[in-house]
């Protein structure tokens, strides 16, 4: 009997890790559903905490090829703090002066600053590790009192607020989701481009002559991934805007609400920014030159020097990388809170990096993924904000975290002598 | 006896220092096509670091290389790709993590016409390769790291010889392997010098020297004792090389 679902599992080519943490994932669910009596699974807190990911999520991505390379990005938290103030500054006192109070373009230029400056600090202290060979603890322990000085700096400790308009739709909120009709249209075309991502592959190995799982396995994979897909879709289409959200988005159109409108939240922005860069992250991981140079590096340095790889120049871009997330995060999280003050980011290295952690990357080199970091971060939300639903006092939710992150390492090392990998 | 052609590679006069330890002290080595050249030392001789210098991975303190006789310019392990220097290193310099393709076309991947890595052409390739370099291999969705100590030194052999070396190092490339995989790697060592391939051959098995090799030099302490025809000399001379230093050529 166990060997029969073994071999189930084994034909439906789904990693064991994977449904480990889906498994802790869904357990942690559970028991928050049964103390909150039943608020925690609900659209409303299941929304919640898919915004809440967000941030800590995009980083999340960077962070695996950064601790697969053996390095670590103690600054993310502090750099986001510090790009989140300039980019508040930015769209609060310089440019509606140049172009204009609401400009359609300062949520751009201001975005698009906020990631290119990222890059930029990233890029520098990756050259540091890269190329002065100083390690990245110290340079990032370094950059995390650097920045977070500089983010005070910007504007004296002054929170910055408010923010622009449209720039605060990037955060999520009542107006920042897609709404009913886009997320089914979004919803559908995901479901159906992983559909035929997995045919793609399926022909591409069928036609070199390799074996391939049998179509039912390959049927149900497909079909549980596009439940998952539409599931969520309509989840969050169930979710419905308060009245008087929905007075105000008409109020601010200069209309009234028509009879019996029910306007639902749908998939919000900072989520769809999030499944964009898990999805651009996931193919740079493992399409790309450069992905695959980051995993060689990551299981054997020497080996990737002697086949050509230069791996200082690497380094450089995988730092560049991780800051250009944290830039994007910054976004997410000045955006959501509206302001932007000089302590946004505080701890969010921890957070970030746990999220990494308990996804499976191992701090040794060589292995992580981009969807374990994504899990991973979603773990550590839920745990948050379940602790907090029922009641579970700020120390004590420290504790517990700090509890479950060894322990779930302490697991994955288990899990990992005993496959042999 | 004196060289008609000119050599694939001469080393000459190569010398580099690790902190005190002199690793090479000016040594002279040449290669020709189609020519099999024992390296054969204690350990620590610094067999080793002279083939590493040839291979880009360290740069020399000083010394030339010249491969056809032009003076060459090896900088890194990509300079030396760039010559069909092609090499097998004693720790077989395999990312543990990644599959048998991986590794074998790292740092050279097959791309789609995107510039995409082509996971799926670069296993069709491997399976072809390791068909002929050793059948018995299937390991093709593993990690290295699972593969046996001769799979994994199949790998980097496959690696080698895949890409049309006419330069090939072979740093001790049987330690890991059987008696059948020797057996193999002897004969594919015979068919390639056929095919003109000029070969370094590190290796601690005095027999195999014998029936490989066409010549043999022989380092200790980081100098050269001498370079022999193999046909000229006998096991005890090589042992007596490297074991005591001394040159059989001084001793007539
Ligand atoms: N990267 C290095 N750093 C310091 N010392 C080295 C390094 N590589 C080799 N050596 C030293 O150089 C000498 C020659 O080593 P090696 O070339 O590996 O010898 P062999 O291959 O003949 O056994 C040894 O004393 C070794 O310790
Ligand atoms: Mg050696």
Redesign the pocket.
Same mark, same amino acid.
Request: hydrophobic letters at 40%; proline letters at 0%; charged letters at 15%.
């Given at each position: 009997m166990k060997n029969g679902i073994k071999n189930v599992f084994d034909k439906l080519g789904l990693d064991t890790r994977l449904l480990g943490m889906i498994g802790a994932l869904l357990l942690v669910w559970i028991v928050f559903d049964f103390y909150t009596g039943g608020r925690f699974l609900t659209a409303r807190n299941l929304f919640n905490l898919s915004v809440q990911t967000a941030s800590v999520g995009v980083m999340a991505t960077g962070m695996v090829f950064v601790i697969v390379t053996r390095h670590i990005d103690l600054s993310v938290g502090a750099m986001l703090g510090f790009v989140g103030m300039l980019m508040g500054a930015l769209q609060t006192f310089v440019l509606p002066d140049l172009l204009g109070t609401g400009h359609p373009m300062i949520w751009i230029i201001t975005a698009l600053f906020g990631i290119a400056l990222g890059s930029l600090i990233g890029a520098f202290q990756g050259w540091i590790i890269g190329y002065l060979t100083v390690p990245a603890f110290i340079v990032t322990l370094g950059g995390l009192l650097v920045w977070r000085g500089a983010a005070w700096w910007v504007t004296s400790g002054q929170t910055v607020a408010p923010l622009d308009a449209t720039f605060k739709l990037l955060g999520g909120g009542a107006e920042g989701t897609l709404g009913a009709m886009p997320s089914w249209v979004l919803g559908l075309f995901a479901a159906g481009a992983a559909l035929v991502l997995l045919a793609l592959s399926r022909s591409r190995k069928a036609s070199h002559g390799f074996v391939v799982k049998p179509v039912w396995a390959e049927l149900t994979v497909g079909g549980i991934v596009a439940a998952l897909i539409l599931g969520y879709t309509w989840l969050m289409n169930s979710y419905p805007l308060p009245k008087g959200a929905v007075k105000r988005i008409y109020a601010a159109r200069g209309e009234i609400v028509p009879e019996g409108l029910n306007l639902v939240y749908g998939i919000a922005i900072p989520v769809l920014i999030l499944l964009l860069v898990a999805a651009v992250m996931t193919f740079v991981a493992s399409r790309t030159r450069f992905g695959r140079y980051v995993y060689a590096t990551g299981g054997n340095p020497e080996a990737a020097e002697l086949s050509g790889i230069n791996t200082r120049l690497l380094t450089v871009k995988i730092f560049a990388l991780m800051g250009a997330l944290t830039g994007i995060a910054a976004i997410i999280a000045s955006a959501r809170l509206g302001s932007a003050a000089n302590d946004l980011g505080t701890l969010d290295e921890l957070r970030v990096i746990a999220a990494a952690v308990i996804g499976g990357t191992a701090l040794a080199g060589g292995v992580g993924t981009i969807y374990g970091a994504i899990l991973g971060a979603l773990i550590m939300q839920s745990l948050q904000s379940g602790m907090a639903m029922v009641g579970v006092d700020a120390p004590l939710q420290a504790i517990v975290v700090g509890v479950v992150l060894v322990f779930a390492v302490y697991i994955d090392i288990v899990y990992r002598r005993r496959t042999g990998l | 006896m004196k060289d008609i052609q000119t050599p694939l590679v001469e080393m000459k006069d190569i010398h580099i220092s690790?902190?005190g $330890?002199k690793? $090479?002290d000016h040594v002279d080595v040449h290669l020709h096509a189609g020519e099999v050249v024992g @390296?054969l *030392?204690?350990? *620590?001789?610094?067999?080793?670091? @002279?083939i590493?210098i040839l291979s880009g991975a360290?740069r020399a303190d000083g010394g030339e290389i010249l491969i056809n006789g032009e003076k060459a310019s090896i900088n890194n392990p990509r300079d030396a790709r760039s010559y069909n220097i092609e090499t097998i290193y004693?720790t077989l310099a395999l990312a543990d993590n990644l599959d048998a393709a991986s590794n074998l076309f790292l740092g050279r991947e097959l791309v789609t016409s995107l510039g995409l890595v082509d996971d799926d052409a670069m296993e069709a390739e491997t399976r072809r390769i390791m068909g002929r370099l050793n059948p018995n291999f299937q390991k093709f969705s593993d990690p290295v790291s699972a593969l046996s100590g001769g799979q994994r030194q199949s790998v980097a052999i496959a690696r080698a010889v895949y890409f049309n070396a006419r330069i090939l190092i072979m740093?001790e490339p049987t330690a890991a392997l059987g008696p059948q995989e020797t057996k193999m790697v002897s004969e594919l060592i015979q068919k390639l010098k056929a095919e003109g391939i000029g070969i370094f051959l590190?290796s601690h098995d005095i027999h195999d020297v014998m029936e490989l090799c066409d010549r043999a030099s022989v380092?200790k302490n980081?100098k050269l004792v001498g370079t022999v025809n193999v046909a000229d000399v006998t096991d005890d001379d090589l042992l007596a090389m490297i074991i005591l230093g001394k040159n059989p050529a001084e001793k007539r």
């Open positions: - | 690790f902190g $330890v690793a $090479v @390296l *030392g204690h350990n *620590g001789a610094g067999k080793s670091t @002279l590493k360290y004693q740093d590190i380092m980081g």
